[in-house]
């Protein structure tokens, strides 16, 4: 039926589409089960995003200005302009400045935030914007758990706040604590919080503050990462987020030498950039 050349033809096009579905699987089965969290160069701030293995996204905090923006288009699948989850962990301009910018160039499917409020003008520019986005915004409490990927076990855990009104907090205070689980690892994100903070949980959670990786509080200030709280987190891992040259001395001494007394490696976005971990689910690996 079909000539030799054609033949030959064929069976080269059968060998191309095969060796494409192969690599396509290869790739899939790749995407499936790393779950990618980059902490992202936004300078003096903070700005974590979060692709579970079935592609959901989170992203904690935005940093300050617009800086996000091209952060996150190095990290995101190409094209990709959507987000499924925002977190605000408190209403700081180093946290939430940059969410504005986010909501303007996502779609973003739900904003989770602890319900601090502030007078700044950055907040209210945010408040007015999710009001014009319609995004579905809750309160982010402890006891929450926000399942990124169902099938992986991919969950964010809110460990704090844990009472119900925190509107007239100080915002720090009530910064969203929650630890990042997929499978046997793990990352706690304690944004702001003070070591007063620390110590609560400490107090209340003992048993599953142990984490691989520490996102150290507030952008290593003295204020936060307690020796208490690194013993009960024992992170092999610290991450700062702050920016080269700040003006509030951030990482402060007392907290590197904490650290340091407890050998524990650190890795900072001032130094390194954006900082990319990838875990399988038994192990995190951080560049
Ligand atoms: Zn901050």
């Avoid at 779950?35 to 989170?58: C, H, T, Y």
Wanted: hydrophobic residues 40%.
């Amino acid at each position: 039926m079909f000539k030799r050349v054609e033949k030959k033809y064929i069976a080269f096009l059968v060998l191309i589409i095969f060796v494409m579905g192969i690599l396509y699987l290869y790739f899939i089965n790749q995407r499936t089960n790393i779950m990618k969290v980059a902490f992202l160069d936004v300078g003096q701030g903070d700005s974590i995003f979060i692709q579970a293995p079935n592609g959901a996204q989170m992203l904690v905090d935005g940093g300050r200005g617009s800086r996000v923006i091209s952060a996150l288009g190095k990290v995101m699948p190409f094209g990709d302009r959507s987000i499924d989850v925002v977190i605000g962990t408190h209403p700081d301009a180093d946290h939430i400045g940059g969410l504005v910018d986010v909501f303007n160039m996502y779609e973003v499917d739900n904003f989770i935030e602890p319900g601090a409020t502030s007078k700044s003008k950055i907040y209210k520019t945010l408040e007015g914007k999710i009001e014009e986005k319609k995004i579905p915004h809750i309160l982010g409490r402890a006891g929450m758990k926000i399942y990124l990927d169902k099938e992986s076990n991919v969950y964010f855990d809110i460990l704090y706040p844990d009472v119900v009104d925190v509107s007239r907090w100080e915002t720090n205070d009530a910064s969203i604590v929650g630890k990042l689980v997929y499978g046997n690892t793990s990352i706690m994100l304690t944004a702001d919080s003070p070591t007063n903070k620390e110590n609560y949980l400490i107090y209340k959670n003992s048993k599953i503050l142990d984490v691989d990786i520490l996102k150290l509080g507030h952008h290593g200030s003295r204020t936060s990462s307690s020796v208490q709280f690194l013993k009960a987190t024992s992170p092999q891992l610290a991450i700062i987020s702050a920016g080269l040259n700040n003006s509030y001395g951030h990482p402060h001494k007392e907290v590197l030498d904490n650290i340091g007394n407890l050998d524990i490696p650190y890795m900072a976005t001032y130094d390194k950039g954006t900082i990319v971990c990838q875990s399988n689910a038994v192990k995190i690996i951080c560049k």
